[in-house]
């Protein structure tokens, strides 16, 4: 008897508490909670927008109530996934002009554009996607069509990577383009000494000043649109990478109104305007909105042969690319934002760029602690400049660009230079976190694609045979952590989001199959039922 009075009062006591009352509740999971010891619950509850406890079904139904519970039966939920580097503002804007993504033809790119200016006729027709790498014949294309097609109208199509554009005619006279304009930092490409209307990065802009702007109606629905294509695939927080001062009010606006769910980490672009609005100001944090960070361009894209290279393209003798920001202006940049609090976030795709940013930073960064500065991309290393991530530096990497260059990455820069080329994993064991995105518009928005070039490194239809570069693969609990907590981490954010735990917001993502143990080639197919912000279900 003496050994059963004290199982009765346990009982007792306990049939005698009350349930506390909360928000929502999450029974029969697989949750994958991404914690420091990547551990596993099944259910969870959720008061005022953050967890409150993480268990078993049980334990948590033993302890709360809720008018709102969500009854996962035994699917996969994570912490609501992070794009670390992506153009969310300009996936919106997307959706208002010709879509180029996938086309396999310049002829095929004019028949889109006709047909676009038919069914909504422009005073000025923008588009975006084409790469001349997926067609036949691998070259820029000419304006000579466009300007056949469309004598009068302007035109601007960006490539896919957004650092080349095509424009005719009359969009090169509006912005005062002739055969002897020089600009720095890119290329006003000729042929036989003629324009061809192909801009290279800075030149770009010239175009870019004559384009009429959008209105506030348009940007309103251009952030909702992008907002409402992220939601559908589970994306919680976006790493927008380089918004002007006048975006980014108007995101905080539709935030704060209740208009715009989903979280921003806001690169401030580096025009001196928003460099001298913001570094003179405290870094902006609101549960949603997190500006305390500066995007930098320090070269082109390998596409368009606009990255920066130590030596000449390997398939065109005597062309390096271009710095888009020169080296002394960069150096220049870090100095000054080294002495604030912001995060300097800086472009560099090759190995020449960098070079410089990672100096850069190193010179800028003496004595400082815990700045966790980015490189974007950080595409192509030299061998020797590895060990610089070894000092705080994050590399910001999206892995389906491996996937989407490794067909002429080869023959771009060589064999030699493309071993030091899309090396998550030797950036990993030098920086300890990577942090993982898309870039899109640039790549399709996928997560799932994301997560399957990491850790296939293939392509959709298994190519090549054994992946490529597979010694710079992820696990999938890498990858993982790079959507989630190494995401969050980079954006000072680890203590607020990245995980599920106690105390944290309330943001996770359910799918229909779990994408840690399903055969790696199905990972694409899998589809996000669930994504909730704050503990709200918002797809």
């Not at 002394?328 to 960098?354: K, V």
């Amino acid at each position: 008897m003496k050994y059963l009075l004290p199982f009765f009062l346990s009982m007792f006591v306990a049939c005698g508490q009350k349930k506390e009352n909360v928000d929502l509740i999450v029974i029969n999971s697989n949750t994958y909670t991404v914690d420091a010891d990547f551990s596993k619950a099944e259910a969870f509850a959720i008061n005022d927008g953050k967890f409150v406890a993480v268990g078993t079904s049980d334990e948590i139904q033993g302890k709360y109530t809720s008018e709102a519970v969500v009854d996962a039966q035994g699917k996969t939920v994570t912490p609501g996934l992070i794009d670390a580097h992506c153009h969310f503002y300009g996936l919106g804007r997307n959706q208002q002009v010709v879509d180029l993504m996938g086309t396999n033809s310049y002829e095929e790119i004019l028949e889109k554009v006709k047909e676009f200016q038919e069914q909504n006729p422009k005073n000025f027709i923008l588009g975006r996607g084409w790469d001349q790498n997926d067609w036949e014949v691998k070259e820029f294309p000419t304006k000579d069509k466009l300007d056949a097609l469309f004598p009068d109208t302007p035109v601007a199509l960006t490539r896919i990577d957004g650092h080349a554009l095509l424009v005719n005619q009359k969009a090169l006279d509006m912005a005062g383009i002739k055969k002897r304009t020089k600009v720095k930092g890119g290329e006003i490409v000729k042929k036989d000494g003629k324009l061809t209307g192909v801009l290279v990065d800075n030149p770009m802009d010239m175009v870019y000043a004559i384009i009429p702007p959008m209105d506030r109606k348009a940007q309103i629905q251009a952030l909702k649109d992008a907002e409402r294509i992220c939601l559908d695939y589970g994306l919680t927080t976006v790493n927008d990478a380089g918004l002007g001062r006048s975006t980014i009010e108007l995101i905080d606006s539709l935030q704060q109104t209740g208009d715009l769910s989903i979280r921003v980490y806001a690169m401030v672009s580096a025009s001196p305007g928003n460099l001298d609005y913001y570094l003179s100001r405290e870094p902006i944090k609101t549960e949603r909105l997190n500006v305390r960070s500066v995007k930098v361009y320090g070269d082109g894209a390998l596409g368009s042969r606009g990255a920066a290279m130590r030596e000449p393209y390997s398939d065109k003798p005597g062309h390096f690319g271009a710095m888009v920001t020169p080296v002394d202006a960069i150096e220049a940049l870090a100095d000054r934002i080294a002495a604030t609090e912001y995060q300097m976030n800086t472009h560099a795709i090759g190995d020449s760029a960098n070079v410089v940013v990672l100096r850069a930073y190193k010179r800028a960064l003496a004595g400082k602690k815990d700045r966790r500065w980015k490189v974007e991309h950080a595409q192509i290393i030299s061998p020797e400049y590895f060990d610089y991530f070894k000092e705080g530096v994050i590399p910001s990497v999206q892995p389906t660009h491996a996937t989407s260059d490794m067909y002429w990455a080869g023959d771009r820069i060589g064999e030699e230079r493309e071993k030091g080329a899309y090396a998550y994993k030797a950036l990993l064991e030098k920086a300890g976190t990577v942090a993982l995105g898309t870039d899109f518009p640039v790549e399709k928005v996928s997560p799932f694609l994301t997560f399957y070039a990491a850790v296939a490194r293939k392509d959709l239809d298994n190519y090549p045979e054994g992946g490529y570069q597979m010694k710079d693969a992820l696990t999938r609990e890498e990858t993982l952590k790079g959507m989630t907590i190494w995401a969050a981490y980079s954006n000072f954010e680890e203590d607020e989001k990245g995980s599920i735990e106690v105390g944290k917001f309330a943001d996770f993502t359910l799918y229909s199959d779990n994408l840690m143990e399903v055969p790696i080639e199905d990972v694409p197919k899998i589809e996000v039922e669930q994504t909730y912000i704050a503990g709200k279900r918002v797809h």
